[in-house]
């Protein structure tokens, strides 16, 4: 079945590092990729999305790019804030029922 | 602007006792979702419907129903609550389509003492 594996955390890093998540999906077929970002206390909410093989997502200074080769769709960010704390989910989606499917997330910390 | 409404934040029940968590969507999807959060564990499916009266079990039915009576509201059940059902639980939803984006509601966090 479908199915997404994201990189464990908790990360920490210094302000202005950069960041890699990790993630890589199982499916079949052509699903849809993103990344979704929950801040402490909140749900869920989308950050970025790609379609289509080679689409690159990019929202607020991070990007991903779907990798069909690799079946990855790694997030990344040249220099993060502190205000980026926060748990990063990868996940993908199918047409049809029970078309949602994610990772177990990433705790990031940006330490002044 | 609001797309994805949890009728409680946070919510305290005692053990046995019955328990429901709303959800609505204004957006007219077919698909909804119950998870529940915990530390370690990332998201983790309950059930899920893709019409009205329509449900599947997800990952970690046990100890939990649902509802889904109108396309708008899918409600959980905790038919007799219990201490390891202490959780976040998140709802969302989704039209069928595979490019589309999950919404979500803000959470309710609910204790079970």
């Known amino acids: 079945g479908d199915s997404v594996t994201q990189m464990e955390g908790p990360v920490t890093l210094s302000e202005e590092a950069f960041l890699t998540i990790n993630c890589t999906y199982t499916a079949t077929g052509y699903p849809s990729l993103f990344w979704y970002v929950q801040y402490p206390g909140e749900g869920l909410q989308l950050l970025l999305k790609?379609?289509?093989?080679?689409d690159k997502g990019s929202n607020k200074g991070f990007e991903a790019t779907y990798r069909k080769e690799t079946t990855s769709f790694h997030l990344e960010k040249g220099s993060v804030q502190v205000s980026d704390s926060a748990v990063y989910f990868c996940?993908?989606?199918?047409?049809?029922?029970?078309?949602?499917?994610f990772g177990t997330g990433t705790r990031l910390t940006v330490i002044p | 602007d609001v797309k994805v409404t949890q009728s409680s934040r946070y919510l305290v029940k005692r053990t046995g006792e019955k328990v429901f968590l709303e959800c609505v969507q204004d957006m007219d999807h077919e698909n909804m979702f119950w998870y529940r959060q915990d530390p370690g564990l990332g998201l983790r499916l309950i059930y899920f419907s893709y019409d009205v009266k329509m449900k599947e079990k997800g990952d970690i039915p046990e100890g939990y129903s649902v509802s889904r009576e109108k396309k708008e509201r899918f409600s959980l059940i905790l038919e007799s609550a219990s201490t390891n059902q202490t959780s976040m639980y998140l709802c969302a939803s989704i039209f069928g389509l595979r490019n589309t984006e999950a919404f979500f509601g803000q959470g309710t966090r609910l204790t079970v003492v």
């Open positions: 790609a379609t289509k093989a080679d």
């Open positions: 996940a993908l989606t199918q047409t049809g029922a029970n078309n949602l499917f």
